[in-house]
């Protein structure tokens, strides 16, 4: 990440943006990680439209797009995933149902015979201005699917999943911040805070 500090002190105000979730644990990793860009997330009822794709990426723009037009505020989407390869990439985008319905612990289930546990988590996050198109920041994290569940901390798969470059804990075992250093969010977000400080604040 870019030396922030001069520039996030000439920034008079934190600038707010409407983010169209009703994750409250989303909203504060994004918030951590945005704060050093002078930028604040403000968590927004509006229902976010869920298209069924298989794209994240998809998912995003169109659901940033709907609320964008009917808002008239630039407004941030951010849809997440977690991909296992043996299992051919599920839950993927249907992770947020299958966390709901099968859990962590239904995750281990489906993967107890299995050695390999390679996986990744992927993030797309989509800012769209009125009258624009979606522009999306994307972050990936590899990593592997543990063989129990470990640490209290964070949400949804944290407990199963261990990072790469994580000392061999899962995000659940480790510090906020360290999670954020490696995540899938913390990369696509961080790919955000550069691009509006350069674009929309014209700071670069
Ligand atoms: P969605 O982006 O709202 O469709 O939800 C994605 C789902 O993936 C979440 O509900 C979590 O179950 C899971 N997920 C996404 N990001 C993370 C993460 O950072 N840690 C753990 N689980 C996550």
């Known amino acids: 990440m870019r030396k922030l500090g001069r520039e996030a002190d000439m920034l008079a105000d934190t600038h707010k943006i409407f983010f169209i979730t009703n994750n409250d644990h989303k909203v504060k990793e994004a918030n951590r990680i945005l704060s050093p860009f002078g930028i604040e997330l403000i968590k927004s009822n509006f229902i976010k439209l869920e298209i069924q794709s298989k794209s994240l990426k998809k998912i995003a723009k169109y659901a940033a797009l709907f609320a964008t037009k009917r808002m008239f505020k630039p407004v941030i989407v951010e849809d997440s995933g977690l991909f296992i390869k043996a299992l051919k990439g599920f839950p993927g985008p249907f992770s947020s149902y299958v966390y709901d319905k099968l859990g962590c612990e239904g995750i281990l289930k489906l993967m107890n015979d299995i050695n390999d546990?390679?996986?990744?988590?992927?993030?797309?996050?989509?800012?769209?201005?009125?009258?624009?198109?979606?522009?999306?920041?994307?972050?990936?994290?590899?990593?592997?699917?543990?063989?129990?569940?470990?640490?209290?901390?964070?949400?949804?798969?944290?407990?199963?999943?261990?990072?790469?470059?994580?000392?061999?804990?899962?995000?659940?075992?480790?510090?906020?911040?360290?999670?954020?250093?490696?995540?899938?969010r913390g990369k696509a977000f961080r790919k955000f805070g550069e691009w509006y400080i350069s674009n929309i604040l014209n700071l670069k």
């Open 117 to 184: 546990r390679t996986a990744l988590f992927k993030c797309v996050v989509s800012f769209c201005q009125p009258n624009s198109k979606p522009i999306i920041f994307e972050g990936i994290v590899y990593g592997e699917i543990s063989f129990e569940i470990r640490g209290n901390s964070g949400f949804g798969f944290d407990p199963i999943f261990i990072p790469k470059f994580g000392n061999g804990l899962t995000f659940s075992e480790m510090p906020p911040e360290d999670k954020d250093r490696l995540s899938h």
